[in-house]
């Protein structure tokens, strides 16, 4: 059973303005597509647990703070900054 994901209107705008300002716009939104469909088909196991619901995730070049609603079956991102790979 799929979750559903959604993204606070800051998480949203980060995302936005650093893609508009990304010289390798495929990177991130082939980074930011991934998270979706990891969050979306188990976000429990998905990332590191943080506290209480909260849980963090990399993605390069993102990562992304999320919580979750086991009861409602929903994942809110609530923040995505920019990572750097690891060779």
Sequence with gaps: MKWTVLWNIDAGNDLTEMWINSPDK?????????????????????????????????????????TVDALDRKVYVVRIWRVLARD
């Excluded at 597509?33 to 993102?62: C, F, K, M």
């Design 26 to 66: 495929s990177a991130l939104t082939s980074a930011a597509n991934r998270i979706d469909a990891q969050l979306a088909h188990d976000p429990l196991n998905t990332g590191e647990s943080r506290t209480d619901d909260d849980r963090v995730h990399y993605e390069p070049p993102l990562g992304v703070l999320f």
